[in-house]
């Protein structure tokens, strides 16, 4: 008897929804009065239905049992709508049990909702702790629920694999035990090479897992005004991963590097003994604790070809004068060997082109350098020397605008004078 009515109650749920996907009007009311009872918890409120068809009124006519012509809109309320459902031929469906069964999901409130997302994101938290126990991302659990926040509307099931993203990009970081290039990094990661390129969202990720690491470890990158780039760059670098290492280096000329370990470097030594150019990539750089230079001091300049011609001339006299060749704009490399050289507190006498990025770079290493430090062959007299008749844009000119050391402000006059640039290949022999 009992499966009988229960026959008949399945074959009467199943007419009604036949009847209420008849005509498309009507899953404009229901889905107005679902939202309603999201927002109430309850069924009430009204729908007001707008822009509706001949046909649509004639349907809200035979089910209401009211006329609607010649209205612009109708407004349905649930009471009314209940006691047309309830005078029909499926009285015995609440309103309620239609709304569930017609878009066939559970009918909740808006808190009821809340209340069971909450739980789903505790079990799914539990999960999670269970899987990462005994782990390195073990202890940073919570550092790590709080880079992965949960704005209250994304799918729980995108929240659990970011969380499972994030522990894994930690426990995996290359620093504890070698280094890695970032497009081998994310292949292994996540199988696509560029999946932590730098400005796409998962590459903000992994910075973001940097810096928790880093904080953890309590390593401090300063933040350089000067150099913008130079903190991700050297963060990155603390985690083991190169951004580009190829392209990454600098040259040297008679200069010692002491390892992490306290002891000399042997191939540097063996270079400075030679007197042979050496071309350091950034991944060996980060292996040392401290540059040295005879005297205490050292020349840079910015272009291969002047520093190729000065290290020539040191072999051909057996002089010991150290060499570094900054190679247009500095690349990280070349500011890690600065704060090597820095530990060592070698002067620094520093030579670029008498242009307006020539002294801008200038000034900027002035700057950024934690030890003394001169230019050297960049004064006025020095540009009247090496003018040449290349002409400088307005555009670039602007550049000089930001030169406020005292010191270059007398060259960095005459080059707006003349609007030429000045190369320092032109005062080669004057630098020998």
């Not at 919570?142 to 704005?151: A, G, T």
């Not at 005292?406 to 020998?432: F, H, N, S």
């Amino acid at each position: 008897m009992d499966r009988q009515k229960e026959y008949k109650s399945e074959n009467k749920m199943k007419d009604c929804l036949a009847y209420f996907h008849l005509s498309p009007v009507w899953e404009k009311v229901l889905k107005g009065f679902r939202e309603k009872y999201i927002s109430y918890g309850r069924f009430g409120g009204k729908v007001i239905l707008k822009n509706l068809k001949p046909t649509d009124i004639e349907e809200l006519e035979g089910f209401f049992g009211k006329s609607f012509h010649s209205q612009k809109s109708v407004t349905v309320s649930a009471e009314k709508f209940r006691q047309a459902l309830e005078t029909s031929r499926y009285k015995e469906i609440t309103p309620e049990c239609l709304l569930e069964n017609f878009f066939e999901e559970p009918l909740l409130g808006r808190q009821e909702q809340k209340s069971l997302r909450e739980q789903e994101k505790e079990r799914i938290w539990d999960i999670f702790q269970r899987d990462y126990e005994e782990t390195p991302v073990e202890t940073a659990l919570e550092s790590l629920r709080s880079i992965v926040k949960d704005n209250g509307s994304q799918e729980l099931a995108k929240w659990d694999k970011m969380l499972r993203l994030g522990a894994e990009i930690y426990n995996n970081l290359p620093y504890r035990s070698t280094k890695m290039y970032l497009a081998v990094f994310a292949a292994m990661r996540t199988g696509n090479p560029h999946a932590f390129d730098i400005g796409t969202a998962d590459g903000n990720f992994l910075y973001q897992i940097i810096q928790m690491d880093l904080e953890i470890r309590r390593i401090t990158v300063e933040t350089s005004a000067i150099f913008p780039a130079y903190k991700r760059q050297k963060s990155y670098l603390l985690a083991g991963i190169m951004l580009d290492d190829v392209s990454n280096y600098t040259m040297l000329y008679q200069v010692q590097a002491v390892k992490k370990d306290g002891n000399y470097h042997k191939g540097m030594a063996g270079f400075a003994k030679e007197q042979h150019i050496v071309q350091v990539p950034l991944a060996v750089l980060t292996e040392w604790d401290a540059l040295y230079c005879p005297q205490n001091e050292i020349y840079i300049v910015e272009n291969p070809s002047v520093f190729a011609m000065l290290c020539g001339k040191e072999e051909t006299d057996h002089k010991e004068k150290a060499y570094m060749c900054m190679n247009g704009q500095p690349r990280l490399a070349g500011l890690m060997a600065l704060d090597l050289l820095a530990k060592s507190e070698t002067r620094i006498y520093y030579a670029g082109d008498l242009d307006p990025e020539g002294v801008l770079i200038a000034q900027k290493l002035s700057q950024y350098y934690k030890g003394e430090f001169y230019y050297w062959h960049m004064e006025a007299a020095d540009y009247e020397r090496c003018r040449s008749k290349e002409v400088i844009s307005p555009k670039r000119l602007k550049i000089l605008e930001r030169i406020t050391d005292e010191r270059l402000k007398p060259v960095a006059a005459l080059i707006g004078k003349y609007r030429t640039a000045g190369y320092q290949e032109m005062l080669a022999e004057d630098m020998l």
